[in-house]
């Protein structure tokens, strides 16, 4: 059957509901296993060595002695991950990553691993591992690495995207360029100009769940990964492909995951698992250290960038360009593209420009970070609105409102909207009764907006109906938050049943087609979409059953609130049959009931999201406190109203911390400073104050409800809207992410000394 | 590696003294069973003092206040004749972590654990606060400002725990207040800290005064100029200036991820001041 994912109106039963949800009782309980509580008898303890350097050359390694320690069963260095990426440079970058080749690219990569019967003789064993490192000179500040006379990273890397190609190696991997009409030109119109360069530093996505996995490959070649994973089919392929695993024989089951926000969308000690496994010829676990975690597995970019917004008086931007450079770790990434990408996503721009440069550093490799690398130029852009905004004497929301892109916009980086939120939730916060409540004595209001593509993909979803007629659907996209409440209400909705009755579960790699992972807020949009086409499935064999039941033409049976109908005057007597009563039937009808669908989940819809945060600035300490907090989004159609505003909360925190004190601090010997979560300071509850949510609901047209993905968009808009409160309280702007209390102090001692 | 929980402290030291030197005190244990957690630690011996008979209680005497070595800080708010004779020292002790943290921190635990950060420290030094040492040559008492000797080293020699911590009965018309300054609201570690403990004449004016600073060196500043600048004072504007100037030089913190040497020194003079005003309002003091 074809099928037609158009959003079209109809009043909603489950849907929009706040039903419990499905997985709490267990996370409460501590009966849900995660990453760490899987087990096998006769498992191994794997543990990794690291580099202490930032930049090194690896003379030598000599596992000798740890080899001989009793209780080691295997010990794996490069030379047991060969190279089989074939040339392909991102394949290469990763496999580099898991276990450092020629060089130790930062302080945290890791070396060599161990397995052994238990933590302490794999611990020994670390220490008898002896590594000869020859220390180069290194460079962790984005501005610095590019500089002429910087240490060049890797002697392979010559810019691309530039006219002339290069002659010479450098730390700066790509340019991008994007945007329309002549800024120059622009410009030149505007009555008054902002020009300004802003920072951020690198910030961890600070999950609370540490990676782990257990991996186990068998003599004849296959092999299973049980992992804490936002992606297990994207693990297997690059498993697979690290190992020279055959794909089809690397079965990887995911667990229940505290925490992911992207970073683990990426493999970090799963292929060295597995090659612990495969020479120990035993289970092997591996539970990154908290430490690991900060050292080795994907930070977000830190960031320098050039901000240059034009305006007329009365408001029109007549031009808005952006220099954008990222640091992406050692190896080349595309972080610094996707922020020139969304940069000016949220305005109608006659011309614009911007340019993002990718800078190898030497810090760990950049991992995405809930809708990656838009919030850092989100912070640099709404930073510059809003001082423009203030120049030509505009009410900050009025000033975006007339320059806000709409249906019809082209955007900055390309394409022309469809139907969009920006319009609607600024005009929510210009009437929202947080914009006009009286601010307080050392109080300063600052707000901001957001924008993130969203995305969909390959997606792919079995429906079982059981013999008692409930529903259980199989779904290949990981429960991050709250997805399997969401699919259930769908299902149940399509269905025409009660939500107690379906059962959502996420099925491993040998259990259902090719999934993407869930990144992109894709989770709900896509795997909805996918259930509601195998629901519309199996309504269709269940019609057809009726009918043999009845003994009528499927043409005469119609499917309403979850039963089969007949309808026409010969049938309508008959009583109609509930999805128990067709199933009950299904041993004699045709057997089991199913309904499958595979598709490509198109149109997911970008998405636009507007901050309001007041602060308290103590101007003596320069300690800042979040004491009002309201979001506002556009969610297409909350399914799950209570985990919309999770995701919404949930970002803003995040983009919070970010904003005042989260930060890797590195030494002069290029060492991480805070690889903990006592210097690395993540907001704790007493830092935050409830933060109020707004869900606006605009509908897409792509999807049969009109959802649009959440989980991203919410932390775009918190640095800036964080920074604009704290520069509004101190009177003086802040540039510089964090907005820490020492930033704060010494901003506000240059402008006393004038 | 071996755990002990002896019912004596004669018993405790003991089992210390004829340790290989790998042996440690566990009190609460928020400090040392991080430490174990790291691949550097190596212990051989841990020797929990929580059921020493004794260890657990505040007794209250002629002197002052005898607080056991396992008293966690949590119990010293709920000692009401404590918390009004030294409320900055039982607010310090309870800036520690969480709630969580505090049911099990001890402020010997604290003290001996030798952080230049450490919030109860100031506060105690402040208040003339002692530290009640046994070991294998029996008992002696020396100020707790004497304890730590560098970032996590001690005076006390091996063998040696400290019983209880002492405080004296403070005088009439006494104050003391301890303020810190950390980036959130709790879980953190002082970037600053700064205590005052102040005495006022009947005529209200400050006629003794310590002034304690904490986190901006190796270990606890006492700021003598700033008690000078106090003395005989009803503090008016000037005084809490010279309070904060005073505090502001004898700061010398470092360059660290915490804060930068300008922020810090900054803030010491800060909250110098500001604890200054709070101790002389607690004492009942009128500017
Ligand atoms: C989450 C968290 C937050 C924290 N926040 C703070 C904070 O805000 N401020 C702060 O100052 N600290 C903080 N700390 C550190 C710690 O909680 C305190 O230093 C606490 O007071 C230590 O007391 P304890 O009884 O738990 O010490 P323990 O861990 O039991 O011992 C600490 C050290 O002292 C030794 N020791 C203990 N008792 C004795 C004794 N009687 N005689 C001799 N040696 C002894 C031990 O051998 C060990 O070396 C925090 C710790 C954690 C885990």
């Given at each position: 059957m074809t099928f037609d994912p158009s959003y079209k109106e109809q009043g909603l039963k489950s849907v929009g509901t706040r039903p419990l949800r499905p997985d709490g009782v267990d996370k409460v309980t501590g009966r849900a296993r995660y990453g760490a509580d899987f087990n096998m008898p006769g498992q191994l303890v794997g543990r990794v060595l690291r580099s202490p350097h930032a930049h090194a050359r690896i003379v030598r390694i000599d596992t000798s002695q740890a080899e001989a320690l009793?209780?080691?069963k295997a010990v794996v260095t490069a030379a047991d991950l060969?190279?089989?990426?074939?040339?392909?440079a991102a394949t290469f970058a990763v496999l580099d990553n898991c276990m450092a080749r020629?060089?130790?690219?930062?302080?945290?990569?890791?070396?060599a691993a161990v397995a052994a019967i238990d933590a302490s003789v794999a611990k020994a064993a670390l220490k008898l591992i002896v590594v000869e490192y020859e220390v180069l000179p290194h460079v962790v500040d984005v501005d610095v690495a590019m500089a002429a006379d910087a240490p060049v990273?890797?002697?392979?890397v010559f810019t691309t995207?530039?006219?002339?190609?290069?002659k010479t190696p450098s730390n700066v991997a790509n340019r991008s360029e994007f945007g329309h009409g002549d800024v120059e030109a622009g410009f030149a119109k505007a009555d008054m100009i902002v020009e300004r360069n802003y920072k951020t530093e690198q910030t961890h996505q600070g999950y609370i769940e540490p990676h782990a996995c257990v991996a186990n490959c068998n003599s004849d070649g296959t092999a299973d990964l049980w992992v804490c994973t936002q992606g297990p089919f994207v693990y297997r392929q690059v498993c697979a492909d690290l190992l020279g695993l055959d794909v089809s024989k690397l079965r990887v089951t995911s667990s229940e995951?505290?925490?992911?926000?992207?970073?683990?969308?990426h493999v970090w000690a799963e292929p060295v698992a597995l090659a612990l496994s495969r020479k120990a010829g035993r289970p092997v676990k591996l539970v990154m250290t908290r430490e690991e975690v900060f050292r080795a597995s994907g930070p977000t970019s830190a960031t320098s960038i050039d901000v240059k917004i034009g305006a007329k008086?009365?408001?029109?931007?007549t031009a808005a360009e952006a220099t954008l450079r990222y640091t992406s770790g050692p190896y080349a990434g595309m972080w610094a593209e996707l922020g020139a990408m969304t940069s000016f996503a949220c305005y109608d721009l006659e011309n614009v420009k911007t340019v993002g440069w990718e800078v190898v550093v030497n810090r760990p490799k950049v991992a995405a970070y809930?809708?990656?690398?838009a919030p850092m130029a989100a912070f640099a852009i709404e930073s510059a609105v809003d001082e423009l905004a203030h120049k030509i004497g505009m009410d900050a929301v009025d000033f975006r409102i007339k320059n806000a892109a709409s249906d019809g916009s082209k955007s900055s980086y390309g394409p022309v909207y469809g139907p969009i939120g920006i319009g609607p939730t600024l005009e929510a916060a210009k009437s929202h009764p947080h914009m006009s409540a009286p601010l307080g004595e050392n109080q300063g209001r600052g707000m901001a907006c957001g924008f993130w593509f969203n995305f969909g993909g390959q997606t792919c979803v079995d429906l079982n109906i059981g013999a008692d007629g409930t529903v259980t659907i199989a779904v290949g996209?990981?429960?991050?938050?709250g997805s399997r409440a969401s699919l259930s209400l769908i299902t149940a909705e399509e269905l025409g049943?009660?939500?107690?009755n379906v059962k959502a579960i996420v099925a491993d790699t040998s259990s259902l087609g090719y999934n993407d992972m869930t990144?992109?807020?894709?989770g709900t949009f896509s795997s909805s979409m996918a259930a509601i086409s195998a629901a519309r499935n199996a309504i269709q064999v269940m019609r057809e059953r009726a009918a043999t039941m009845w003994d009528?033409?499927?043409?005469?049976i119609i499917w309403e609130d979850g039963h089969a109908k007949a309808v026409g005057a010969t049938h309508d007597n008959l009583a109609p049959l509930s999805v128990a009563d067709i199933a009950a039937e299904a041993g004699n009808t045709g057997g089991p009931i199913a309904g499958h669908s595979e598709l490509v989940?198109?149109?997911?819809g970008v998405s636009f999201g507007t901050h309001i945060c007041d602060v308290e600035v103590d101007?003596?300490?320069g300690s800042t406190r979040v004491v009002r907090y309201t979001v506002i989004q556009d969610?297409?159609?909350?399914?799950?109203p209570d985990y919309v505003e999770g995701q919404y909360q949930g970002g803003a925190v995040q983009g919070i911390g970010w904003a005042l004190n989260e930060e890797y601090v590195y030494g002069a010997d290029g060492?991480?400073?805070?690889?903990?979560f006592l210097d690395y300071r993540i907001p704790v509850?007493?830092?935050?104050?409830m933060i109020d949510t707004q869900i606006l609901e605009i509908?897409?047209?792509?999807h049969p409800y009109g959802v649009r993905g959440?989980?991203?968009?919410?932390?775009?808009?918190p640095l800036a809207a964080v920074a604009n409160a704290v520069s509004n309280a101190v009177d003086v702007r802040m540039?510089?992410?964090?907005?820490?209390p020492p930033r704060i102090l010494a901003a506000l001692n240059a402008q006393a000394k004038g | 590696m071996r755990y002990e929980s002896p019912a004596t402290i004669e018993n405790a030291v003991d089992l210390l003294a004829n340790s290989d030197g790998h042996a440690f005190v566990l009190a609460g244990g928020t400090d040392l069973l991080v430490r174990m957690k790291g691949d550097d630690f190596n212990a051989s011996l841990v020797v929990d003092?929580?059921?020493?008979?004794?260890?657990?209680q505040i007794e209250e005497t002629a002197d002052g206040f005898v607080i056991g070595a396992?008293?966690?800080?949590?119990?010293l708010s709920e000692h009401a004749a404590l918390v009004a004779a030294w409320p900055g020292v039982v607010e310090a002790a309870n800036l520690i972590g969480s709630t969580q943290v505090q049911s099990r921190c001890t402020m010997s635990g604290n003290l001996c654990n030798?952080?230049?950060?450490?919030?109860s420290v100031p506060a105690m030094v402040a208040a003339n606060a002692q530290a009640r040492i046994i070991g294998p040559d029996g008992r002696r008492t020396i100020d707790v400002?004497?304890?730590?000797?560098a970032p996590g080293q001690?005076?006390?020699?091996?063998?040696?725990?400290?019983e209880a911590i002492l405080l004296p009965k403070p005088g009439a018309r006494t104050g003391d207040a301890y303020l810190r300054f950390i980036?959130?609201?709790?879980m953190d570690i002082a970037v600053v800290g700064a205590a005052v403990n102040l005495t006022l004449d009947t005529?209200?004016?400050?006629?003794t005064a310590r002034v304690v600073l904490g986190a901006v060196a190796p270990s606890v500043v006492v700021v003598d100029a700033a008690a000078d600048a106090l003395?005989?004072?009803?503090?008016?504007e000037d005084t809490l200036k010279s309070v904060e100037v005073a505090c502001v030089a004898a700061s010398n913190p470092i360059d660290d991820k915490r804060g930068t040497v300008e922020f810090r020194n900054q803030v010491a003079g800060v909250l110098g001041r500001r604890a200054a005003a709070i101790a002389f309002e607690r004492a009942g003091g009128q500017s």
């Open positions: 009793k209780g080691v060969p190279d089989q990426s074939n040339g392909d020629k060089k130790a690219m930062y302080d945290g990569h890791a070396v990273l890797d002697e392979t995207g530039v006219e002339p190609a290069p995951i505290g925490g992911g926000f992207g970073g683990k969308t008086k009365d408001g029109t931007i809930r809708a990656p690398s996209t990981v429960d991050v938050g049943i009660p939500y107690e990144d992109g807020s894709r009528i033409s499927v043409d005469d989940a198109d149109g997911a101007p003596e300490t969610a297409g159609k909350a399914v799950h060492r991480l400073q805070n690889p903990g509850c007493s830092d935050l104050p509908p897409n047209p792509n959440v989980g991203e968009t919410s932390i775009v808009p540039f510089h992410i964090p907005v820490s | 003092i929580k059921s020493v008979d004794g260890m657990g396992a008293v966690p800080c949590a119990a030798a952080s230049p950060a450490a919030d400002a004497d304890v730590p000797t001690t005076s006390l020699a091996k063998g040696e725990i400290i980036p959130r609201t709790e005529d209200g004016t400050v006629q003395l005989g004072s009803k503090l008016s």
